[in-house]
Nanobody
């Protein structure tokens, strides 16, 4: 059964930090690269960061490069997104799913976690 459970979002001031977590079903986590996506109101969902199955390679959207760090814990079937120097434009619902440069998401999505950056 495909399952993604995101957590860690919240309200943070500009310049602040948050760490998102996503517990994925083992059948997905163990064989696919994983990614974080986000969707802001009125905008399409976009890929923010991705990491290969083994964790050796990462890629980031230009808008978050240098501020966000993706990582994965094989033992916990969990992928993380450490976000720092947050900006109001980072406000969105964040989701995890399969993904990398040429690998799209699966058709099933979790509930996501809301990140709001505001003073």
């Amino acid at each position: 059964q495909v399952q993604f459970v995101e957590s860690g979002g919240g309200l943070v001031q500009p310049g602040g930090s948050l760490r998102l977590s996503c517990a994925a079903s083992r059948s997905i986590f163990s064989i696919y690269p994983m990614a974080w996506y986000r969707q802001a109101p009125g905008k399409q969902r976009e890929l923010v960061a991705a990491i290969t199955t083994g964790g050796g390679t990462t890629t980031y959207a230009d808008s978050v490069k240098g501020r966000f760090t993706i990582s994965r814990d094989k033992a916990k079937n969990t992928v993380y997104l450490q976000m720092s120097s947050l900006k109001p434009e980072d406000t969105a619902v964040y989701y995890c799913n399969r993904g990398f440069t040429s690998i799209g998401a699966l058709g099933y999505w979790g509930q996501g976690t809301q990140v709001t950056v505001s003073s």
